[in-house]
T-cell receptor, first 114, second 113 residues
Framework: GAGVSQSPSNKVTEKGKDVELRCDPI?????LYWYRQSLGQGLEFLIY????????KSGLPSDRFSAERTGGSVSTLTIQRTQQEDSAVYLC????????????FGSGTRLTVV | SQQGEEDPQALSIQEGENATMNCSYK?????LQWYRQNSGRGLVHLIL?????REKHSGRLRVTLDTSKKSSSLLITASRAADTASYFC?????????????FGKGTKLSVKP
């Protein structure tokens, strides 16, 4: 597609439920990144996919968080047993090759855990 | 840990004035990037300056980089109400193994008409 697409735009879930967030990057971009941003804060790195290499999961805050990228394209971020502190905007970005080419961001998914 | 930190945290100016935001970082870099964010959603890439460049222009934007001081500044000239947004600098830890950009907490710019 022309840009990075994220769905859903907004998600309200009950504490303890699992959620899946989807990211569709720009076609041909090999690098894909997930970040989250709490209200009024900066961006917290979560995970980085580069081509067919093993992802860099060093930013995932707990084992309740996982992500996959199928066929080098679409990515899904899964949060199990959601907690209130998981409430944030989850941002996905892709890059042609790597960070030195700049990121194109999606519009994000605003997750609210009640 | 923060790689880029912006200063000031918030800036309020009148339309037509210039806005200057600063960014400091800690490690050696290949380049430094600036992004804009409207309404707490997706960020938009504004400009990238390489470590061997000292100044770069794009429209009303002027970015400088001083690698000896590990700092960069973003100047927006003749600001408009539409420039109201948060501005983030980002770079990478090129001495480490991570391949992601690290973002600062941003400068919130308000341009009053």
């Amino acid at each position: 597609g022309a840009g990075v697409s994220q769905s859903p735009s907004n998600k309200v879930t009950e504490k303890g439920k699992d959620v899946e967030l989807r990211c569709d990057p720009i076609s041909g971009h090999t690098a894909l990144y997930w970040y989250r941003q709490s209200l009024g804060q900066g961006l917290e790195f979560l995970i980085y996919f580069q081509g067919n290499s093993a992802p860099d999961k060093s930013g995932l805050p707990s084992d309740r968080f996982s992500a996959e990228r199928t066929g080098g394209s679409v990515s899904t971020l899964t949060i199990q047993r959601t907690q209130q502190e998981d409430s944030a905007v989850y941002l996905c970005a892709s890059s042609l090759f790597d960070r030195d080419y700049g990121y194109t961001f999606g519009s994000g998914t605003r997750l609210t855990v009640v | 840990s923060q790689q880029g930190e912006e200063d000031p945290q918030a800036l309020s100016i009148q339309e037509g004035e210039n806005a200057t935001m600063n960014c400091s970082y800690k490690t050696s870099i290949n380049n430094l990037q600036w992004y804009r964010q409207n309404s707490g959603r997706g960020l938009v890439h504004l400009i990238l300056i390489r470590s061997n460049e000292r100044e770069k222009h794009s429209g009303r934007l002027r970015v400088t980089l001083d690698t000896s001081k590990k700092s960069s500044s973003l100047l927006i000239t003749a600001s408009r109400a539409a420039d109201t947004a948060s501005y983030f600098c980002a770079t990478g830890n090129y001495g480490g193994s991570q391949g992601n950009l690290i973002f600062g907490k941003g400068t919130k710019l308000s341009v009053k008409p």
